[in-house]
Each structure stands twice: as C-alpha cells, then as structure tokens.
C-alpha cells in the first residue's frame, strides 16, 4: 500500500525559507520512472506542480520558481524535501506530495498525500 | 508552458444524470492527458490517465476521451460521492500543467 504525509511549519513569515517533508512508504524511490512531486494549491484556487526528484537524483523544477526550489531525497528513510526561499504571502496555501511517475518530466501523479496547509504572514 | 481551460467551472446536477466536463489545451497534447477528483476535504484521487485509461479501482461509470487539444471527463450516472472538483493535466510538455478544476455541485 502506497502511502505519502507531507509536514511543514503550518506558518512562517514572509521573507523565510519553508521546509516541507514528504515521508513515503510502499515504493522504492530507487525503483526506474518513479519519483516523489511537490504540488500546491493556494487556498480556493487550482494545482501547480513544483518539483520532482526520482532515481539516481533525477530532479525536474518548475522553471517558473527554479530559482527558489531545492528537492532532495533520504532513500534510506523514505523521505524527499522541497526547501522554497524568501517566501511572501502567495506561496500561502497546501502543499501535496505525489507519488510521481516519469519520462523525461513528470507525467502522471498516481497517489497523493493528505497536503499540509503553509500561511505566510507576518 | 501550455495552458490548460476546464468548463465549466462549476456544474449543479442530480444524482443519476449523466455529465461532461471539458478541457481544452493551447496546444495540441497528442492524448497526454489524465484526470484527477478532489474531495472537500482536500483528498486527491488520480482517476484517469492518457485520456481514456481508468486507474486501478476507479468505477467504470467514470470515462475520458478526446484528442488534439480537447479533451472531456464523463460520469455515466451521479453517485453522491462524485460531487468535487476535477482537474485536468496534461504532460505534454514540461512543466505538466492543470487546469483550473470544475466543481461538481448537487443541484
């Protein structure tokens, strides 16, 4: 059974850098095309994909925020991060970790995780 | 990055009726589509994927299909606990991209 929790801060100020950990059970992130995606959603609006980060380090950004995203991976402790710098009040909003499959990008997000609600404010 | 336009963007129905959601890309996205229901409390079920392809314990109530760039989410017959959103994506080309969601609401 494949199962994914994301845990955060819940709230930080703007300016700071969120940290958000994704702990994953029920696959091998070693495994070939798999990997574990950030995707958000600011509150009463739609989905946006991050980053991804899969075997041999594989890692896909959103060119989009690239400059403020860093995906990494515990493989031995079934855990991935995503760190987004000086955050302001539009990153406010759930973030969702994914079980991701892919080619040369991410294609298909075939089991989610519960989200886990950031605010920024100061 | 290749936008993705979902209409409705909020449809009341009954149970038992049958109804379709679109979604159009700005592109064409050669059938690269899935689709995905998310439950009011935020849950998010991955339900279709290249266009026509149920996942794994979806009911076959639930259907996709289109081509080029416009796509569509059938629900043959409403069962209470398909009324959420719905969000299209497509992984054409990097970045993967949604569309906006349309909220499936009890008429």
């Known amino acids: 059974q494949v199962t994914l929790k994301e845990s955060g801060p819940g709230i930080l100020q703007p300016s700071q850098t969120l940290s958000l950990t994704c702990s994953f059970s029920?696959?091998?992130?070693?495994?070939?095309?798999?990997?574990v995606g950030w995707i958000r959603q600011p509150s009463g609006k739609g989905l946006e994909w991050l980053a991804t980060i899969g075997w041999e380090d594989v890692k896909h950004y959103n060119p989009s925020l690239k400059s403020r995203l860093t995906i990494s991976k515990d493989t031995s402790n079934n855990q991935v991060f995503l760190k987004i710098t000086s955050v302001d009040t539009a990153d406010t909003g759930t973030y969702y970790c994914?079980?991701?499959?892919?080619?040369?990008?991410?294609?298909?997000?075939?089991?989610w995780g519960q989200g886990t609600l950031v605010t920024v404010s100061s | 990055d290749i936008q993705m336009t979902q209409t409705p963007s909020s449809m009341p129905a009954s149970l038992g009726e049958r109804v379709t959601i679109s979604c159009r890309a700005s592109q064409g996205i050669s059938n690269y589509l899935n689709w995905y229901q998310q439950k009011p409390d935020g849950t998010i079920k991955p339900l279709i994927y290249y266009t026509s392809n149920l996942q794994s314990g979806v009911p076959s109530r639930f259907s996709g299909s289109g081509s080029g760039t416009d796509y569509s989410l059938t629900i043959s017959s409403l069962e209470p606990e398909d009324f959420a959103m719905y969000y299209c994506q497509q992984y054409d080309s990097s970045p993967p991209t949604f569309g906006g969601g349309t909220k499936l609401e009890l008429k």
């Open positions: 029920g696959f091998l992130l070693s495994a070939s095309s798999v990997g």
């Open positions: 994914a079980h991701t499959v892919y080619n040369n990008y991410p294609i298909w997000f075939a089991y």
